[in-house]
C-alpha cells in the first residue's frame, strides 16, 4: 500500500524558507513514477506547484518558479520542497502526491498535506 507521509510545515515570515519532506513507502521508490506537490488554500482550488519525472525532469508552477526546487532522495526514499523567498500568497495546505505513472497520468496517492503560513 502506497503512503507519503509528510512534514516541515509550519509559519515563517515572508521571505524566509522552509524545507518539506515526503517520506514514501509501500512500493518501489526508484521506478518509474513521476512525484510532485499540490498546494490548496483556503477557498481556492488546487494547485499544482512542483513535479519530478522518474527521469529528474521537473516543472513548477509559474507562480512559485525561481523560488522553489523539488528534488528527490532515492536511497532515502524522500521527496522534498525547498521553499525560499515565501509569500503570504504561499500559504496553504502541501500535499506530496504520487502519479500513477508518468506526470501525463492521474494522481491517485496523496499524503496528509502539512500547513504552510506565510505572514506579511
Known amino acids: 500500500q502506497v503512503q507519503l507521509v509528510e512534514s516541515g510545515g509550519g509559519s515563517v515570515q515572508a521571505g524566509g524558507s522552509l524545507r518539506l519532506s515526503c517520506a514514501a513507502s509501500?512500493?518501489?521508490?526508484?521506478?518509474?513514477?513521476?512525484m510532485g506537490w499540490f498546494r490548496q488554500a483556503p477557498g481556492k482550488e488546487r494547485e499544482e506547484v512542483a513535479t519530478?519525472?522518474?527521469?529528474?525532469?521537473?516543472s513548477y508552477a509559474h507562480s512559485v518558479k525561481g523560488r522553489f526546487t523539488i528534488s528527490k532522495d532515492v536511497a532515502k526514499n524522500t521527496l522534498y520542497l525547498q521553499m525560499n523567498s515565501l509569500k503570504p500568497e504561499d500559504t496553504a495546505m502541501y500535499f506530496c502526491?504520487?502519479?500513477?505513472?508518468?506526470?501525463?497520468?492521474?494522481?491517485?496517492?496523496w499524503g496528509q498535506g502539512t500547513q504552510v503560513t506565510v505572514s506579511s
Open positions: 509501500g512500493y518501489t521508490y526508484s521506478a518509474a513514477y513521476c
Open positions: 519530478r519525472e522518474y527521469d529528474a525532469t521537473t
Open positions: 502526491v504520487r502519479f500513477r505513472g508518468d506526470c501525463n497520468t492521474d494522481v491517485p496517492y
